[in-house]
């Protein structure tokens, strides 16, 4: 069965946000998108407000761009649970 997801839109402030804290942590695109594990195309469709990160993704890009309180709660109230990371349909991979 396919599941169609509608797109979500980000708040106009978050892409804004995303790109100061970036900035603020004195890292370029690549660094902190590899520090984060997503590719530099996808933090920079989060920063030009195209996207929103999934759940997972909004974790990873909290710790490592070190965003405030503030911060971290309006990535996490744009991020979707559904989707990337976070989608349920995607099972743990257990390497023995």
């Known amino acids: 069965m396919t599941v169609i997801r509608e797109r979500r839109t980000p708040p106009e402030t978050l892409g804004p946000m995303l790109r100061a804290a970036r900035e603020r942590a004195s890292m370029g695109q690549r660094e902190a998108a590899r520090r984060a594990g997503v590719s530099q195309g996808h933090l ?6 195209q996207r929103v990160p999934s759940a997972a993704v909004a974790e ?7 965003l405030t309180a503030e911060e971290r709660e309006q990535l996490r109230a744009a991020a979707v649970d559904d989707a990337g990371r976070s989608n349920p349909a995607r099972a743990s991979r257990v390497v023995s």
């Not at 990873?60 to 070190?66: E, G, H």
């Open 60 to 66: 990873d890009l909290s710790a490592v761009l070190a």
């Open 44 to 49: 920079w469709l989060l920063e030009a407000g």
